[in-house]
């Protein structure tokens, strides 16, 4: 009887060569073969990809496949990556399973794996204490005048700023997964009520991370009670646009506005104006529509509002825990057993 091939896993994102150990695999998988082979969308090609519905714009610019890289992906059943190239089944026909090494997908969606047997797995939850840490410290930073204070120094004034309690304040969390959970956790150590919003609603739901939930339908409601409004939930689709105009009217005059998730949620203009008609307090973005943000944004000079530059997650120890979770993932797909983070690709998360 012939022996089967080997399993053949491709690692595809350059940052995980020598991070993954060929030794640990063997031992999951005894007789894989292992073959790095990168292909790296740059950060602003990627961004488009989960931005535009169809690939018919998204070939132009889009890395040449080398060699190596064709062969790879001739013979990868498995695949650990931030990215992929487009039309992947054509290249990829025995492909089987892609570990993604972020929590965002959708730059997944113009490969047309759909239209495959190829399995997408994320790496939710890994990124999700250090995205909270940031939220907690944004919301300290605005509570306790903290940027207040540094300009002071800077300008060497000794005015006395006094900051306001964090205690007994209303947090609501747009979005109660890995990362709204971790940040519902730490809020509530501070003493804040903290509402949670989740699309999955149903009655009597309850989460240890949150005082009340409540599903999208409230959400309306819900912003004008809330003194602090963090928003995590997938970049998809059905939630572009979440937070206009509307829904800026909606929250209480003087509350803090804060995204973890995605830009395409914001209508950017509709926050410039709640900025700088003083109906918010402040606002901290994480991420924007265009990524790298222009420098001839107005965003940057929105008084009150705080930008960086989708740095709210650590890199200390990301590759090592995502090659953890690869490791976990592959002996169940050796196994036959559920694998972890399987992501609907028409959900896109």
């Known amino acids: 009887m012939a022996e089967s091939p080997p399993l053949v896993i491709h ?9 993954i150990d060929p030794t640990r695999i063997s031992q999951i998988a005894p007789g894989a073969d292992v073959v790095v082979a990168p292909y790296d969308l740059g950060h602003d090609q990627r961004t488009r990809r989960s931005e535009t519905p169809t ?46 090494v972020g929590s965002g997908v959708g730059q997944f969606v113009p490969s047309r794996l759909q239209e495959s047997p190829i399995v997408l797995t ?3 939850g890994i990124g999700a204490i250090p995205i909270a840490e940031w939220v907690l ?15 002071q120094q800077r300008n060497h004034v000794w005015n006395q700023k006094l900051g306001a309690l964090l205690a007994g304040r209303q947090a609501l969390v747009v979005g109660l997964g890995a990362i709204g959970r971790e940040v519902g956790r730490r809020l509530k150590a501070f003493d804040v009520e903290v509402v949670g919003v989740i699309r999955s609603w149903t009655p009597g739901i309850s989460s240890p991370e949150a005082d009340k939930v409540i599903g999208p339908d409230r959400l309306m409601d819900a912003l004008g009670s809330a003194n602090i409004v963090v928003v995590s939930v997938p970049g ?12 800026f009217a909606a929250m209480r005059r003087g509350a803090i506005f804060i995204n973890v998730a995605r830009g395409s949620l ?12 003083g109906h918010l307090r402040a606002a901290a973005v994480d991420v924007t529509r265009q990524e790298p ?18 740095s709210s997650a650590s890199a200390d120890r990301y590759l090592e825990r995502v090659a953890e ?14 694998l972890v983070n399987v992501v609907d690709l028409t959900r896109q998360y």
């Open 293 to 310: 943000l222009p420098a001839d944004s107005p965003l940057w000079d929105t008084p009150n509002l705080s930008i960086s530059p989708h």
């Open 55 to 100: 690939t018919t714009d998204l070939a132009i610019g889009e890395p040449a496949m080398s060699d190596d890289l064709r062969d790879a992906l001739a013979r990868a059943e498995v695949m650990i990556t931030l990215d992929a190239p487009l039309d992947l089944p054509i290249y990829a026909p025995h492909l089987r399973w892609i570990q993604a």
């Open 11 to 19: 690692v595809a994102y350059s940052p995980l060569n020598g991070v």
């Open 236 to 247: 998809t689709a059905a939630n572009a646009n979440l937070f206009d105009a509307r829904a």
């Open 122 to 124: 994320n790496a939710a």
């Open 266 to 277: 914001v209508e950017e203009s509709a926050l410039i104006e709640a900025l700088r008609s």
């Open 137 to 151: 410290a944004r919301v300290l930073a605005v509570y306790k005048r903290l940027d207040e204070h540094a300009e």
């Open 325 to 338: 979770l690869f490791y976990d993932n592959l002996a169940r797909y050796v196994g036959g057993q559920d």
